[in-house]
């Protein structure tokens, strides 16, 4: 299980071709990737993408991708010669017509527009995408490593949550049978308290266990609470899954809450809905982590 938040970051030289990849990731519903890549290599974007796609299933992901070109050739700068001669002889024109001394330099004149010029070696976009993919492949192995580990982290969270659920779970299973049985003796009691007061001698016993029935029938949670531990389960094999496994969780999380609720609309005990209220307090907390989750 792998969290959605995690950094890494990589670094390739081959031949003095370098190039430096840093990924981060935060939590978000899809893959959404931001690549930062200087416009000479935009036509690498595309393998970039392509990696992310089978590395990444979730998860909004900034990608920083920096290049640099120590070899011997990268590229040619010379004077322009033309441009150099104007530049001097319109400036010593100007220094004889007004008087001035004449301290020209040469680090002076190189400062001019255009005097000096550069032009870069075409960039081999073959030869440099094995480098970028073993920095960019060396960043997502870190990121994926540190996404495992709080991955691991979360998923002792969830297992602990879990057993507590199941610890409710089994408070009300021990609860459910006595709430008709107490419901049908206050109900007796309370019509044979009738019945003294009134002095009346008898009343029809077949009337008393059809409303009993209806209230039993009213409050049965057997089925929620019997796919709740179903829920539960499924839950824990999941957590166990090689594969990404958010969206499953966060399905078997509103499960879960839509039988908590359920079981917390039949309830008519004080103890069962206070079970109910704590699991679903137990079940926001489990929801809100699982949106991290990839």
């Known amino acids: 299980m792998k969290s959605m938040t995690g950094f890494g970051r990589g670094e390739k030289e081959v031949q003095g071709h370098v190039f430096t990849v840093e990924v981060k990731t935060v939590n978000h519903r899809y893959l959404e990737s931001s690549i930062r890549l200087s416009r000479k290599l935009n036509a690498l974007e595309s393998k970039v993408r392509s990696i992310l796609k089978e590395k990444i299933s979730r998860g909004k992901t900034d990608v920083f991708i920096n290049y640099a070109n120590h070899s011997q050739q990268q590229g040619s700068v010379w004077i322009n010669d033309v441009k150099l001669a104007e530049y001097l002889k319109v400036l010593r024109e100007q220094a004889q017509s007004y008087g001035l001394e004449d301290d020209l330099k040469l680090s002076h ?82 019509i044979q308290e009738h019945l003294d007061k009134h002095k009346v001698p008898e009343f029809d016993e077949g009337r008393l266990e059809v409303e009993i029935t209806m209230f039993a029938d009213r409050c049965c949670i057997d089925e929620e609470l019997t796919r709740l531990g179903s829920h539960i389960r499924q839950y824990r094999q999941t957590l166990e899954k090689k594969e990404p496994i958010g969206r499953q969780l966060d399905f078997l999380t509103q499960e879960l809450n839509r039988e908590t609720n359920t079981i917390a609309s039949k309830s008519n005990d004080l103890t069962i809905t206070q079970c109910a209220l704590n699991m679903k307090n137990v079940i926001e907390k489990i929801r809100e982590q699982i949106q991290n989750i990839e």
């Open 109 to 190: 004149v190189l400062q001019l527009p255009e005097v000096m010029e550069t032009e870069e070696n075409q960039t081999d976009l073959e030869e440099l995408e094995p480098i970028l993919v073993g920095a960019l492949t060396e960043a997502l192995d870190q990121l994926s490593i540190m996404r495992e580990k709080e991955g691991e982290n979360l998923k002792k969270d969830f297992q602990e949550k879990l057993s507590e659920l199941e610890t409710l779970v089994s408070q009300i299973q021990e609860r459910a049978p006595l709430v008709v049985q107490e419901y049908k003796e206050k109900l007796y009691s309370r």
